[in-house]
């Protein structure tokens, strides 16, 4: 039988999987399944489901094109609680009312619990067990009043027949509703949100009430993998394109343990866009697992397809292209017969639609779901190994396997390596400032920043935007401070999507020229990348920091200034959770001044050009920044 579970219906934004993590914390499975797959009857009726969750969601139920379900739900038998939209959409569909509203709640507020459902389970009131019958379980060791998140515009009026009303705040008398006969549960509140105080006891109450066993973990799920992975894979052999980054890593050495080195292959391809080193690195730390890995080395390939290109969009469709051609060679190449099967490191927020930037699901489809790949899956021959698992659990995973523990906690790495990481121009320009601005004596002119002469991708709403960073005039060093300062320029001055602030420089006096350089990726300035992020890396890890942001990038621009050099670096550290949105990684300042010096002194650049210029710090969240410049 299959591990039980939850099942969250994921009626949108990014609810469903706060809600999966903090349920599979809590040691239960959660799995996520859209409101409309038509397989949702057949699988809630499965005894390993034990209950089901309807998250929250930006629409309103009255929308014409609001997320619905199957009403078979309903009948199941199964304890159900829904949560913001999903209080709504019970009352809404089993015959109560819903009223839209025209405020709004959002923020934190103040649960009051009714008498009748706390009865028992008050904390002040759990040596008295006469009235057990009447407390409500989910409210079980929750207090009589605490703070809890609110998000929602429509409001329920009247609950449907057999609910009770079981707690209000003072904007919304109908927070809270039971159905005991049923077994049904609803809150109008967020208890997913840290905010909520006691958001995760609630939870716990409820996979209480579903009977479940909390026997989930790492070590669980390895067990059971490995027998289930061991029948599918039967006596097949199983290869895979290895990144080196901590996915694919952890697949590798999971197969190597389930099946043996000699039947696992791994193919790592070398495009010339990696990380200082990082090929040998890969190679020695899976070696030292005794994996059998091959690398592919086509640097050379890459790196002629991609010159005279500048766009980045062009950029990454032709190292997209390059790696299927990569990958395409090899199944030919290799005549992979059916005594093979090919696996991925596709982890579980890559498969399922997350209501995150188009792109970020483009990114995601793009490699695991190639049509060379596809026609694989179609055929049967794919297996993914960690789909169930979160990038957190991918990691506890790894280390349970015996991985190193700095390869497991590597910052996540782009497929398109490098690539996304050297900006390129196909024109030149030499500006001269006559207004004398100077963004290192940090006198203010005019605009309160100097526009850069080059575009970088940000993400504003929906949509990817391509425009000019600026560089901030200021000289505030607090990076919570800069933070909120880039935000109010990006949001006033609509020709900049990024703010940077000068951290070091490699030239005398106030910036009175910027000048843009024609230019591609080519190998000189993927070493000049490559060693500045050595060097970032290495002065992160001697801090003790490198684990404290979730990502660093560090770019390169074809930008100089009063004539000195021809390229400038950028630093780009975040904290994320999911890559979906990020805030400027909270760095001590001096560590960062101290990178760009050593930057500046280290030069970098290989003999005879690419001096750099000056070295900044990107100060811009996500939005309306993105994570990569590309
Ligand atoms: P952005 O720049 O969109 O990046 O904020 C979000 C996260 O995705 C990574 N990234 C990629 N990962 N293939 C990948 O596997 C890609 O093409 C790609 N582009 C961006 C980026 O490093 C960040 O973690």
Redesign the pocket.
Known sequence: MEHERIIILDFGGQYAHLIASRIRRLGVLAEIMMPDDPEIPAKISRPEVKGLILSGGPQSVFAEDSPKTDPAIFSAEKPILGICYGHQYLAHNLGGKVAPGTTGEFGASKLKISPSAKASSFVETTEDKSDDRRGCPLFKDVPAESIVWMNHVDAVQDFAPGFENIGETPHCATAAAWNPAKNFYSVQFHLEVSHTKFGNRILKNFLEICGCSFDWNMQKFLDEQKQKLREKIGDKNVFLFVSG?VDSTVTFAFLNEIIGPERVKGLFVDTGLLRENEVEQVEKSLRAIGADLTTLREAETFLQNLAGKTDPEEK?KII?HTFLDVQQDFFSREKLDEKWLLAQGTIYPDTIETGG?K??DK??T??NRAPEVQKLIDQGLVIEPIAELYKDEVRVLGELLGLPHELVWRH?????GLG?RILCSDTESREILYDEVDAFTLQTKKKPYIKLPIKS?G?QGDFRTYKHPGILQTNETDIEELEKLATKLINHYSEINRCIVPLGKNFAGKIREISLHKTDINPDRVKILQRADAIVTKLLREAGEYETVW?F?VVLMPVSFNGEGTESIILRPVD?ID??S?SVGKLPFELLKKMAQEILKSRCAPQGGGEISAVFLDCTS?PP????W?
């Open positions: 980054g990454r997209g930037t792109n970020a990114i995601k793009h490699h996540p790495f782009p497929g398109p996304v991708v993400v990502q990038p994320s890559a979906m990020a996500k920044g993105t994570i990569e590309e």
